[in-house]
């Protein structure tokens, strides 16, 4: 089945530590995104990326960056400088229009707690 | 700049009403609209969008939403709610970013479905 996957569902981090979150698209997708959810907040966009070796601050990337060594990973890191980074975690994939809505599908998320 | 106002952030309808869900948006370009559904600690799953032609959009589990311009509205209904309608909806709004599209969400709202 094609899909969006993401590693793991639950993760547990000390105050000071990075931690690193999977995102793996198996759709074909050139773009990739991370969002950050916070209750009462929506969706925020931390990252985005469009094609390998290439990526964009959204709107909150403060703290987090991300890496795109290949068109189907989108590792997202949370580093120690993120101040509240408990919060859940969504990675989506779209393709890149030629004309068309290109429509975000969303992975199953993170749930990143700091202990 | 584009923005979501999703009007009542918790809603609550008996089983077998009307399920009407307000969304406002702002968008200085004719914009794409999507519902997405998210269940607990579930990804975004896509419920319906608007691109261009019919404004009347039918999703899925017999959603519905009519984009109106006049209004700047894209209200999502269904005649009858059942029991596993009972999730956290969001509405989003798509623009242009160099060959990426992003989207711009609204905050959410709870549905409850009372028995």
């Known amino acids: 089945d094609g899909g969006i996957t993401q590693s793991p569902k639950y993760l547990f981090r000390k105050e000071g530590q990075n931690v690193t979150l999977s995102c793996e698209q198996n759709?074909?997708?050139?773009?990739m995104y991370w969002y950050r959810q916070d209750p009462g907040q929506g969706l925020r966009l931390i990252y985005y990326?469009?094609?390998?070796?290439?990526?964009q601050k959204g709107d909150i990337a403060e703290g987090y960056s991300v890496s795109r060594e290949k068109k189907e990973s989108f590792p997202l890191t949370v580093t120690s400088a993120q101040k509240n980074p408990t919060a859940f975690y969504l990675c989506?994939?779209?393709?890149?229009?030629?004309?068309?809505?290109?429509?975000?599908?969303f992975g199953p998320g993170t749930r990143l707690t700091v202990l | 700049a584009q923005s979501v106002t999703q009007l009542g952030s918790h809603v609550s309808v008996s089983e077998g009403a009307l399920v009407l869900l307000r969304c406002n948006y702002s968008?200085?370009?004719?914009?794409?609209l999507f519902w997405y559904v998210q269940y607990p600690n579930q990804g975004l799953q896509l419920l319906l969008k608007?691109?261009?032609?019919?404004?009347l959009v039918k999703g899925i589990n017999g959603f519905e939403a009519e984009f109106k311009k006049s209004e700047t509205s894209f209200h999502l209904t269904k005649p009858s709610a059942h029991m596993s309608d009972a999730a956290e909806y969001f509405c989003?709004?798509?623009?242009?970013?160099?060959?990426?599209?992003?989207?711009?969400f609204g905050s959410g709202t709870q549905l409850t479905v009372l028995p």
């Open positions: 990326s469009q094609i390998v070796n290439d990526f």
């Open positions: 968008s200085s370009v004719p914009p794409y």
């Open positions: 759709l074909n997708h050139d773009a």
């Open positions: 989506a994939s779209s393709t890149i229009g030629q004309g068309y809505v290109d429509t975000q599908y």
């Open positions: 608007y691109t261009t032609g019919a404004t």
């Open positions: 989003a709004v798509s623009f242009s970013s160099g060959s990426a599209r992003q989207l711009t």
